[in-house]
């Protein structure tokens, strides 16, 4: 009786996932970002997240990540470079799978999170490179220090999200600092001072721009 049971779920769960794919037509997925609504759009904070991996003494990689941001991209498909991007990140949802290395994390050793409890990005200028990909520039500001960043961002897809039927434009962006640039020395240099970032983004619109409002009119 209890393998029929599980069978059973696992048929049954399967033609949940066939369905969803047999109706991915439905949601207007689209590629290409000049097919992208323009609009203002806000960050879905449960599928934006930043990892960060720095070298471990030359032993590993290691790896954490921010889990708490917030976001909100201003998006011109046909003039890119005038979109805007601004991020704040909570500093002290900085993770790994270390209790410990946690509650270090939030000392003055490194983001000091008691007196700099946020960080922040703001872009200063957007520069398509490829058909899917543009260079972001940007000031980000860590442990009250701002130095100027560019950042790499390919576009995913956009389109209906079978989730919440909402319209949503997902992204990738990858950037790398110097910790020291900001004031975070500790462990040099057997801790490694270049950390690479790796952005995951869903946004989801709020309101279209009136350009493309007006063309799905005609």
Do not use: C
Request: proline fraction near 3%; hydrophobic fraction near 40%.
């Amino acid at each position: 009786m209890k393998r029929m049971m599980i069978f059973t779920a696992t048929i049954a769960l399967a033609g949940v996932s066939v369905g969803a794919i047999a109706q991915q037509a439905d949601f207007g997925f689209v590629h290409s970002p000049a097919e992208v609504k323009s609009g203002s759009y806000v960050l879905d904070a449960a599928h934006g997240k930043i990892t960060w991996s720095v070298d471990h003494m030359g032993f590993s990689t290691y790896v954490g990540q921010f889990s708490d941001l917030s976001a909100t991209l201003d998006l011109d498909t046909a003039n890119p470079s005038a979109s805007k991007l601004e991020a704040t990140v909570n500093t002290d949802s900085a993770g790994t799978f270390s209790d410990g290395l946690n509650a270090h994390l939030k000392t003055a050793d490194f983001f000091d999170t008691a007196n700099h409890p946020t960080a922040t990005f703001q872009a200063t200028g957007i520069r398509m490179i490829d058909a899917d990909s543009a260079n972001i520039t940007g000031n980000l500001t860590l442990r009250g220090v701002t130095k100027p960043i560019v950042m790499t961002a390919d576009f995913n897809q956009a389109g209906i999200s079978p989730a919440d039927k909402k319209y949503t434009v997902g992204f990738d962006g990858h950037a790398r600092i110097k910790r020291s640039d900001f004031g975070i020395t500790y462990g040099a240099p057997l801790l490694g001072d270049e950390v690479t970032l790796h952005m995951e983004a869903e946004f989801k619109l709020q309101s279209e721009a009136s350009a493309n409002t007006d063309k799905g009119k005609k």
